[in-house]
């Protein structure tokens, strides 16, 4: 099944895909992610269990939605996610580095940072008290020539 993007032919493919007939017979749903990701509310895949995404979105949180398609209310199944890339580009390897959890150390990295939070305040010494004298006379002078 291949959904188009007319709302009137989409809504009876949708409907025909999430059909309880024949549980045991796979069903193949080919979905631009364009037409996956528009706004619309008969686009609920709940009869499926797996999605394939065969490209890397570009907006942060649209596989996110894609796959969220198909586990709507009425969804009885686990659904597996899975993204195929055939040669990734250098700019596909970047993101799938960017994508990947930080708050692992790295083995052997020299850190190239310095945490401000945990360095030493270094707090001036006070003045004593014939300093605060003198400082306060020379303030004082100051007014008076003004």
């Not at 659904?79 to 994508?99: G, K, T």
């Amino acid at each position: 099944m291949v959904i188009t993007t007319y709302p009137s032919k989409r809504a009876p493919i949708i409907h025909n895909f999430n059909k309880l007939i024949d549980m045991d017979i796979p069903r193949i749903l080919l979905l631009d992610v364009n037409i996956a990701t528009m706004a619309s509310v008969d686009l609920g895949l709940t009869r499926a269990s797996k999605v394939i995404l065969c490209q890397y979105f570009w907006v942060p949180g649209m596989a996110h939605q894609v796959t969220e398609r198909a586990r709507q209310v009425g969804q009885e199944k686990v659904v597996h996610v899975y993204q195929i890339l055939e040669n990734p580009s250098a700019i596909d390897v970047l993101i799938r580095d960017l994508r990947k959890p930080t708050n692992k150390p790295i083995q052997g990295v020299t850190r190239f940072y310095t945490r401000l939070d945990t360095d030493t305040a270094k707090v001036p010494d006070a003045p004593t008290r014939e300093e605060y004298g003198l400082a306060l006379k020379e303030l004082s002078k100051n007014k008076e020539v003004a």
